[in-house]
């Protein structure tokens, strides 16, 4: 997360909710209070028949991996601080990570 902080430019505040996530597969989802729900879906593109799904894989950075899922946003959707927004049907990328150091 330390990658993040020159992208921050003015701290809104700080709550506490109850945050729910879900690994279902192809399909990971998380909603945090009312606040914050987005759920993407792994998209399945095969260059040919029985390779491995495309993917971003060792060629860009990203703050949580090298590795990342091509996915399209079910729902993405952030209510929080006087800021909202929508951002269904664009992209998303899964990846494994931790947040224990």
Do not use: C, Y
Request: hydrophobic letters at 40%; zero cysteines; aromatic letters at 6%.
């Amino acid at each position: 997360m330390a990658a993040l902080t020159p992208l921050i430019g003015e701290m809104l505040g700080v709550e506490r909710m109850p945050i729910t996530f879900v690994d279902d597969g192809k399909r990971h989802s998380v909603k945090a209070g009312n606040a914050v729900e987005i759920e993407i879906e792994i998209e399945e593109v095969q260059q040919a028949e029985g390779a491995p799904s495309v993917g971003l894989t060792g060629i860009v950075f990203h703050p949580f991996g090298p590795d990342l899922s091509i996915s399209k946003a079910n729902r993405a959707t952030v209510d929080a601080f006087g800021k909202k927004w929508d951002n269904a049907g664009k992209n998303g990328h899964p990846t494994a990570f931790s947040w224990a150091e």
